[in-house]
């Protein structure tokens, strides 16, 4: 029997990671976890104390233990929300693409700002200008989440559940592929 693969989202912060990761979780009856609050659970502690008292580097290490942790887990099935730094690291982008059906959820920097501009959990958004901040991360990130993604699903201007129904199409379809030619 083939095993289904665990799906894990990537993208920026406010490409809806979290929001559709959970959407799509109820819609396959698969179980959902957001490695933001795996870690948050595991330190005891919420992400911007982390940042403060840890620093990014603090935080980038138990990103990358928990990404580690889920991968080795013999459970399999089920859908991840990542934060947006997981590619930042090459050992997390080899883990990603070894292991899972990565789904890389665009959004272009404005809209980016404006779904962050809601809540300040986001310790890299207090520093400065959001925008700028928003734009620099994204020239970064945005080849690396290429780099691993098995596919990519445009968020712009689209309402949560039109996103999610867009994945679970593109998940289909793709899994229905990978079955006919193997
Ligand atoms: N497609 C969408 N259209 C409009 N708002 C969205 C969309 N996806 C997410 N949001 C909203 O944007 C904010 C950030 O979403 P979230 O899921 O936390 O993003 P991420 O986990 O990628 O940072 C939330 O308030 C969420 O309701
Ligand atoms: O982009 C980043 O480096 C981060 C994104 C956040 O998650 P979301 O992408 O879910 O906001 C969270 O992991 C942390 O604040 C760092
Ligand atoms: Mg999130």
Redesign the pocket.
């Known amino acids: 029997m083939i095993k289904a693969p665990n799906i894990i989202l990537v ?5 809806g ?2 929001t559709i990761g959970r959407l799509i979780s109820q819609s396959m009856g698969k179980e959902f976890y ?3 609050k795996v ?1 948050e659970d595991n330190a005891g502690a919420d ?1 911007p104390w982390i ?1 403060e008292r840890e620093g ?1 580097e603090g ?1 980038r290490r138990r ?1 990358t233990q928990a990404l580690s942790a889920i991968v080795q887990s013999d459970t399999g099935d089920c859908v991840f ?6 590619v ?1 690291r090459e050992e997390n982008r080899d883990i990603l693409r070894d292991n899972a059906l990565v789904v890389y959820l665009y959004a272009s920097v404005a809209q980016q700002l404006y779904r ?1 501009s809601k809540s300040n ?4 958004l207090q520093t400065g200008d959001p925008k700028a901040i928003l734009k620099k ?1 994204f020239e970064v ?1 945005d080849p690396l989440y290429r780099e691993v993604a098995t596919l990519i699903i445009e968020t712009d201007a689209r309402h949560p559940r039109s996103v999610a129904n867009r994945v679970l199409d593109a998940i289909r379809r793709h899994l229905k592929m990978e079955i006919t030619v193997s």
């Open positions: 993208g920026p912060m406010g490409a990671k979290t957001d490695l933001d870690i992400i940042f990014e935080f990103e929300a990542t934060g947006g730094g997981i930042m962050t959990h986001r310790p890299l991360l990130r």
